[in-house]
């Protein structure tokens, strides 16, 4: 079992920057952030492999940057440039294999809530 808890969330307004971290009780071959809006389907932000490759969807493409720190078994999401349409509960997710953001994660954390006002 993997435990995942995110940090960092908050309320910003646009055009600012948040910094979420994850910190895992394993670091598994990919980790990732996804998000979800009430009344959507939660979707994929960014990968990470363990060799460093990472993956991010269109829209936060050159806005976030996804990292990870071995050593401290942590993950972070660097968010810049924040948009409205940002705003979701942010998730961090392990996988033990498949990299990617269609990918099916093995564990996921409880989420932490970011708020972009216009």
């Known amino acids: 079992q993997v435990q995942l808890v995110e940090s960092g969330g908050g309320s910003v307004q646009a055009g600012g920057s948040l910094r979420l971290s994850c910190a895992a009780s394993?670091?598994?071959?990919?980790m990732a952030w996804f998000r979800q809006d009430p009344g959507k389907e939660r979707e994929g932000v960014a990968s990470i492999s363990e060799y460093g490759t990472t993956s991010y969807a269109d829209s936060v493409k050159g806005r976030f940057t996804i990292s990870r720190d071995n050593a401290k078994n942590t993950v972070y999401l660097q968010m810049n440039s924040l948009k409205p349409d940002d705003t979701a509960v942010y998730y961090c997710?392990?996988?033990?294999?498949?990299?990617?953001?269609?990918?099916?994660?093995?564990?996921w954390g409880q989420g932490t809530q970011v708020t972009v006002s216009s």
């Open positions: 997710a392990a996988h033990y294999s498949a990299c990617g953001l269609g990918a099916h994660p093995n564990y």
């Open positions: 394993t670091m598994l071959y990919c």
